[in-house]
């Protein structure tokens, strides 16, 4: 992430790493950016309900020398955004409304995934997933649902994947990886301890693994090899967010095209392959 214009994906990356004081200090910023930018920093801490100091730590936190060149940058993130916290869907809301705010929320989740990925990191999991023998993808909930996305992408074009979405398939197939394959762990929160386990698994087998998460300080972002991260905002109905999973399939999509791109001949022969088959049910 470059420091300019990306304050508030920075705030949703680290969230889970700030301490309570500091989340109060997120979550006023995350609601109110437009009037963050105006007030002074003991408005903030007092609207916050905690210190100046408090206020200063979390500024730190985020990389800044101080609460002015946050609010700065702060204000050149609305300008470029337009603010990432509009559209929350509310009790009430007719059919037309819901639909605008539930696209909208889409919209910006796949445009902020696209700020905070790292682009060598991508292209160091590209790189992995061509050379790979055997692909795995890891996801419980509804990030099972680009888990088994993926497994059916990349075995369209000839690779060997398998997605798990139990939890004893998940480690008891991570064990028999070998040094040079993959293995994908999707989770939201970067926290579900079985995803973690089972890359933790695939890690001490030699393969490469890969987080794709929403929050760069989490447990599964730190035992990866490789992190490439996703950005979505918690709704109404769910803590991970609707559009937590619209990010995800992105980049299983990116993934895949890239990973298709790099042989293409041999990739084109399979699709042409499994597309006669498929057209003849």
Same mark, same amino acid.
């Given at each position: ?13 680290? /969230? ?11 979550? /006023? ?34 990389? /800044? ?72 993808? /890891? ?143």
């Amino acid at each position: 992430m470059t420091q300019r214009s990306n304050t508030l994906l920075k705030i949703k990356s680290i /969230y889970p790493s700030f301490k309570p004081a500091e989340r109060r200090v997120a979550d /006023y910023v995350l609601r109110s950016p437009k009037r963050v930018v105006h007030v002074s920093i003991t408005e903030l801490a007092k609207a916050s309900k905690v210190s100046d100091a408090t206020v200063v730590k979390f500024c730190k936190r985020l990389g /800044y020398q101080g609460f002015q060149e946050f609010k700065i940058l702060l204000a050149q993130d609305i300008v470029v955004t337009h603010t990432l916290v509009d559209g929350e869907v509310e009790p009430g809301d007719d059919s037309r409304t819901i639909k605008e705010k539930v696209f909208r929320a889409n919209i910006c989740a796949l445009q902020d995934t696209i700020q905070v990925q790292d682009d060598l990191a991508l292209e160091r999991a590209i790189d992995a997933l061509t050379k790979a023998r055997e692909i795995h993808f /890891y996801g419980l909930g509804s990030s099972s649902i680009a888990a088994f996305d993926g497994e059916q992408k990349f075995s369209r074009i000839g690779r060997w994947a398998s997605a798990f979405a139990d939890t004893h398939m998940q480690i008891s197939r991570a064990v028999l990886l070998q040094p040079g394959d993959v293995a994908i762990g999707l989770t939201h929160s970067g926290e579900t301890r079985e995803i973690v386990e089972a890359l933790e698994t695939a890690k001490a087998r030699g393969a490469t693994t890969i987080a794709i998460t929403n929050h760069s300080t989490s447990r599964a972002a730190q035992v990866a090899d490789l992190l490439l991260l996703t950005c979505s905002r918690g709704d109404l109905f769910t803590k991970e967010g609707i559009s937590s999973r619209i990010a995800q399939l992105a980049t299983i999509d990116t993934l895949f095209v890239a990973v298709a791109l790099a042989d293409f001949k041999r990739s084109q022969e399979v699709l042409d392959k499994t597309s006669e088959i498929l057209s003849q049910r």
